[in-house]
């Protein structure tokens, strides 16, 4: 083969650019703290790189589902506590006026006090998280509960509770092809007599019509429903708190999982800074000695003065 000056600089320019292009890849991998940058550097690594992303995408997802549904059921609890607490205060209130050492005076006293625990759960089934209600069943941008139905105070249902809710279920996916129901419709938590539970706002009310009439008998009456609210009541909290405890394991679990998915990722598409930076020593002096390689070879020459 016959070489000329031509074919000498192509050649050495060749491999210049080529130890150039070395040296700029190493370099990118140094800044980047990365062995894969683009799919050529690994196909099939950055195939499992793509495959780790996703993974981990979806589990972040989970994790946000988690956190809201957390948020949702954290609330359902705290404000069913609330209710616990009043409606064990209406108790002690109905067993201390059903005696006969009672008198109207401080029958009407607890009447007023009953009206409060009334007004207070009614506020606590309205409880929202965020723009949402979440008693409410599907209809979460309705408040799910009001009072008195025909709008005229004084009348005889001033003390009686309408629900604009729904009985529908809320779920949230937390895992792959797993949900989670985190909402009670309120119908159900606090309006139960058609499945043979208790409507609390009826009682609240009936035991206030009998401490304001001075009615023992009709105070009496109402212990036993109170009770059996305030076990409708437990029956919802723990139902709700086996939730929260669902979710936290499945939050332990998915964090865990991420853990093993992310050192995976790293360990795939992490580069080896000791090993990057003694080849980037490595190639900044073959690319020292490719330059003056090149400025050797390529000599200016008599012709390309005349030119």
Not at 89 to 99: D, H, N, Y
Request: glycine share 6%; aromatic share 6%; charged share 25%.
């Amino acid at each position: 083969m016959r070489v000329t000056n031509n074919l000498m600089a192509d050649t050495v320019k060749g491999n210049l650019f080529k130890n150039t292009e070395r040296l700029l890849d190493i370099q990118n991998t140094i800044a980047s703290g990365k062995r894969i940058n683009k799919p050529s550097d690994d196909p099939i690594g950055m195939g499992k790189v793509l495959d780790y992303r996703k993974t981990i995408s979806t589990i972040d997802q989970y994790s946000r589902n988690i956190g809201h549904a957390q948020s949702w059921l954290g609330l359902a609890d705290s404000a069913l506590s609330s209710v616990d607490e009043l409606l064990m205060r209406a108790k002690e209130l109905a067993v201390s006026q059903a005696t006969e050492t009672s008198s109207q005076e401080t029958r009407a006293i607890a009447a007023e006090e009953v009206k409060n625990i009334y007004d207070q759960i009614l506020q606590l089934a309205n409880t929202k998280s965020g723009n949402s209600y979440i008693f409410a069943g599907h209809i979460t941008d309705t408040a799910p509960f009001s009072r008195d139905a025909d709008g005229v105070e004084g009348t005889a249902d001033d003390f009686d509770a309408v629900y604009h809710g729904d009985t529908g279920d809320i779920s949230t996916i937390i895992g792959e092809d797993v949900d989670i129901k985190i909402n009670e419709n309120g119908e159900s938590v606090f309006q139960n007599a058609a499945s043979g539970g208790e409507n609390i706002f009826d009682t609240l009310r009936d035991l206030i019509d009998g401490l304001e009439t001075n009615d023992t008998d009709a105070i009496s009456n109402q212990i036993e429903p109170l009770d059996d609210a305030l076990d409708q009541i437990l029956g919802k909290r723990a139902n709700v708190g086996a939730k929260i405890n669902r979710l936290e394991s499945t939050e332990n679990y998915w964090a865990e999982f991420k853990l093993n998915v992310t050192k995976m990722l790293s360990n795939t598409e992490d580069a080896d800074m000791t090993e990057a930076i003694t080849n980037l020593t490595t190639q900044e002096a073959v690319y020292q000695a490719s330059l003056a390689v090149a400025a050797r070879v390529i000599q200016p020459t008599l012709l390309d003065f005349l030119r």
